[in-house]
């Protein structure tokens, strides 16, 4: 089996061509698993979300993890779910903020979330005004 996505010979590869594909359900823009109509959740994109933090990390700080960084995100849908674990994999802090209490309880079943709470100031430490 062999999946490509947005491929187009280059004789028709035009924005108007792209566009007409992309009405008929024949063609799809995307980027890592959720470009494929295979998608597959979490699990399908927590190495490529562990890879970026590595590399924040080599970039950003010179280093080889996040240890001592924070991280502040939101969601715990099926692509961003994978933030918390890919941030612990790199000895990093994370702060992941989610609305929906099935999203969350999925996300700590799962082994992904190692605290949890509906305060704030029980998960960080806020310096008084």
Known sequence: MI????????????????DRYDEMGL????????GSWIYIGTQGILQGTYETFAAL????????SLK???????????MSGAQPMAATMNQGVILDVEVRPER?????????EA????????????PPA
Not at 57 to 64: D, L, V
Not at 68 to 78: D, N, P, S, V
């Open 3 to 18: 999946i490509a996505n947005s491929n187009i010979v280059p004789a028709w590869a035009t924005q108007e061509y792209f």
């Open 27 to 34: 063609i799809m823009y995307g980027q890592m698993t959720a």
């Open 57 to 64: 990390a080599r970039k950003e700080f010179a280093t080889t």
């Open 68 to 78: 001592g960084k924070f991280i502040l995100t939101a969601g715990m849908g099926g």
């Open 104 to 112: 969350i309880k999925r996300k700590v079943d799962a082994g992904y």
């Open 115 to 126: 605290a949890v709470d509906t305060a704030v100031e029980k998960m960080v430490k806020i």
